[in-house]
């Protein structure tokens, strides 16, 4: 039997690239769009309408497939939006908003699709989190923040729900070449701020590592091995040798050596 596949955000980048990937295995997948009429026709699977900050939204989409599949197998929580800005000059509208699609909407997508996967006595929930979540990163400390919080959140759920046969694990990307820069939302570089400077910079070097990223079907691969695998593992990585090191860094450096190796690194 095909497994039925739930993906937030399978409309472009990752989410896609994964959608196409699993669909190509034989995977019955359902992607999700805030806008799904602009791209349905251009996509080898079913995309349906879903705001993950909106739980009316979430519980439709995931009811529809039930209604037409009776089942639901896999939920991949890969909607999210990225932020950039000095902390201190980030609009409190914009930090929430960031929680709200980083946090929220995947702990309500998952909370949605758990009675259908408890009553199958089966399902994996995988979350896409972020490297990023391992570590403060200067200007993007709120992005660093919602997907540490998801990180932390999936651990204690996955301890809870393995009672039920669901299993959940998360996968921390690195820099991939998806338009998530061109999604973002940016605080403006101020021509008065006293971040204009090293922002400015910092932020370009941001871009430029998106944009000469890997190739996110590398990440479906990832995705894909890890369906089937009977025992997920707590939490996986991708990305780049020496974004998946910083991460080893981090954990066997005092941390002023590391905090001014982040420095250096964004020549702050």
Known sequence: ?????????GSSGIGKAIGEYLT????TVYGTSRNPEKYQEKFPFSLLKMEVTQMDSITEAVSEIIEKENRLD???NNAGIGITGPIEETPDSEIKNAFNVNVH???????????QMR????????????IAGYMG?????????TKAALEITAEAFRMEIQQFGIRMTNIAPGDF????????????????????????RTLKMMN????????????????????????????YKAGSLIQKFSIVLKRILPSKMYEKMLMKHFKI
């Open 177 to 200: 070449a998806t338009n998530i820069a061109a999604g973002r939302f940016h605080a403006p570089v101020l021509e008065n701020s006293p971040y204009k400077e090293v922002y400015g």
């Open 137 to 145: 990163l200067p200007y993007r400390g709120i992005y660093s923040a």
């Open 105 to 115: 909407g995947p702990i309500n997508v998952i909370k949605a699709g758990i009675p």
């Open 208 to 235: 430029e590592h998106v944009d000469n990223g890997e190739d996110p079907k590398k990440l479906a691969q990832d995705v894909y091995q890890i369906i089937n695998e009977k025992k997920p593992k707590v939490r």
């Open 119 to 130: 009553k199958q006595g089966s399902g994996l929930i995988i979350n896409i989190t972020s």
């Open 24 to 27: 190509n295995k034989g995977f």
């Open 1 to 9: 039997m095909s497994k039925v596949v739930l993906i937030t955000g």
């Open 74 to 76: 896999v939920i991949i």
